[in-house]
């Protein structure tokens, strides 16, 4: 029995008639690009895979060659519409013709590419890792983070050869209010095939020092949007997401946001925008010290000027009294006064009726009289300086108290005794009404301030 032979080139050649038979005209294929050359002379070369439904195997491979000629019609149309560079990693729908060779065998040529269908598959998966964060219930977890009132320690991730770790670093450091920052600098690649891996790297070297940051910057310059790919990676913000600091974005990319933009804590438009976001933030705090500040001059002066008024009403309603008792010893003193001088004026009457009558009783009487007379008016003397020296005492007495009281009721003895003053809202609390559990409240002692959050009413 003879064997029937052929020959490769007859085999080749046969297979190129049958391919050129099944497949006359150009078919629009859909593949992925795993890899991608130029050569010398213009000619692109690539090499398309495509992948099974869980991405993880290789199920075709092929190799498809665009001609100079025609690649440098297709790159520019694709870039401008897509907005993306012309690299490997990209899905694409390509127009191509299925050829043969018999030295150099099958290879697509390339005559169109389609690229909608790029920008499509890019949001497409663009939108499935974010659904894909979304079902796992991670995709605010970093937003979650309460970022410190006053961020100064912060971590970087960008290149160092960066224009816009430069940018940042002089907005940070040149601020108008002179305030400080510590940052330190976790180089990173920013663009390219190792950008996931290295930022990722830099995280992680960030976490083992996560107590001492406040939080974590992601920054580097503007760029094409195929410089953002990476940056819509899963993992890259799976690992954002369980950053146990706040993470703050200034890509430097304005009209669109990546995957990493939507889960960081914060996202600002440049290094730049970072930069000032942080010094707004101390700003802020600062204000707010600065009112709170003056919350308690204004309350302090307040109660000062209260005290005051209730010790000028204390005085005026104690001025009075005080005059009145004078009065009224004065009163008495001319009463006693004018009885003296009455006495002696009905004696001297008298006397003067029996003067004649009894001259020698007359002159002795009169000694008497005049001798009692002057023993009675020296105990009214005296009667009347006692009186008036005990009421002295008693009104002193009486304004020592008043003084001794508002002493007492001077703010600041009462600060110092171990008393406190409580505002809630710029107003001070003399009851528990108006205030909640979870609300805060200033407390003034006699050396300082501190804040206090209601736990339990």
Request: charged letters at 25%; one cysteine or more.
């Amino acid at each position: 029995m003879s064997i029937q032979t052929i020959s490769l080139y007859e085999l080749n050649n046969s297979i190129k008639t049958a391919i050129s038979g099944s497949f006359p005209e150009a078919s629009w294929v859909i593949a992925e690009i795993s890899e991608l050359s130029v050569n010398r002379n213009g000619h692109c070369y690539l090499e398309l895979i495509e992948k099974n439904a869980d991405n993880t195997q290789i199920i075709a491979k092929a190799r498809a060659t665009i001609w100079a000629f025609t690649f440098r019609m297709l790159k520019p149309y694709f870039e401008t519409s897509t907005g993306h560079e012309f690299i490997s990693g990209l899905k694409v729908l390509l127009n191509v013709t299925i050829e043969f060779h018999e030295l150099y065998g099958l290879t697509l040529n390339v005559k169109d590419i389609d690229p909608t269908y790029t920008l499509g598959d890019i949001e497409k998966k663009k939108k499935e890792i974010l659904d894909r964060l979304e079902k796992e219930g991670v995709i605010n977890m970093n937003k979650e983070i309460e970022l410190p009132e006053v961020p100064q320690k912060i971590a970087i991730i960008s290149s160092e050869t960066a224009a816009g770790y430069g940018d940042f670093i002089n907005q940070l450091e040149n601020n108008p209010y002179s305030y400080k920052f510590y940052h330190k600098l976790f180089p990173a690649s920013m663009q390219g095939e190792n950008t996931e891996n290295s930022i990722i790297e830099a995280l992680d070297k960030i976490y083992r020092h996560e107590s001492f940051f406040d939080a974590v910057a992601i920054i580097r310059g503007g760029g094409s949007k195929s410089d953002l790919i990476s940056f819509d990676s899963y993992w890259l913000a799976y690992h954002i997401t369980q950053f146990p600091l706040p993470v703050i974005t200034g890509i430097g990319h304005e009209r669109d946001d990546t995957i990493v933009d939507i889960v960081a804590h914060t996202k600002c438009k440049t290094p730049t925008a970072v930069a000032e976001f942080l010094i707004d933030k101390v700003s802020e705090f600062e204000n707010r010290l600065l009112e709170l500040q003056n919350n308690i001059i204004e309350n302090t002066e307040s109660l000062l000027q209260e005290a005051n008024d209730e010790i000028g009403s204390l005085t005026g309603l104690f001025a009075p009294i005080v005059h009145t008792a004078i009065q009224n010893e004065n009163n008495g003193l001319a009463f006693s006064m004018h009885k003296i001088k009455t006495a002696v004026a009905r004696y001297f009457e008298i006397s003067n009726l029996h003067l004649e009558k009894y001259p020698e009783d007359l002159k002795w009487h009169a000694g008497f009289s005049i001798s009692d007379t002057k023993n009675n008016l020296k105990m009214y003397s005296y009667s009347l300086q006692n009186s008036l020296k005990k009421s002295l005492a008693e009104a002193k007495h009486r304004i020592e108290i008043f003084n001794t009281k508002n002493r007492h009721l001077d703010p600041s003895n009462v600060l110092r005794r171990g008393y406190s003053i409580t505002f809630s809202k710029g107003k001070v609390l003399k009851t528990t009404d108006g205030i909640s559990e979870g609300e805060e409240v200033d407390t003034v002692l006699y050396n300082g301030t501190f804040k206090s959050r209601i736990i339990k009413k």
